[in-house]
């Protein structure tokens, strides 16, 4: 009983693994990041590059006229 209480306890405080556990919690926080600012970013990243967009365009069309 002893030796299974020890062994228990040998499972509970290894650190084996610890690393792999910290990177998919950070994976994790990155990608709800992700989802919360994309939706947010996107619309003001649509909006440079339209404004740009018709910007090069107009330029173009005034330097072969």
Sequence with gaps: MLLALLQLRGLLTEE??????????????????????????????????????WFLIFNLKVAHS
């Excluded at 610890?18 to 996107?42: C, H, K, R």
């Design 16 to 53: 084996e693994g610890q690393d792999l556990v910290e990177y998919a919690l950070l994976l994790v926080f990155l990608a709800l990041a992700a989802i919360v600012t994309l939706p947010i970013l996107g619309s003001a990243i649509n909006v440079v590059f339209s404004e740009s967009h």
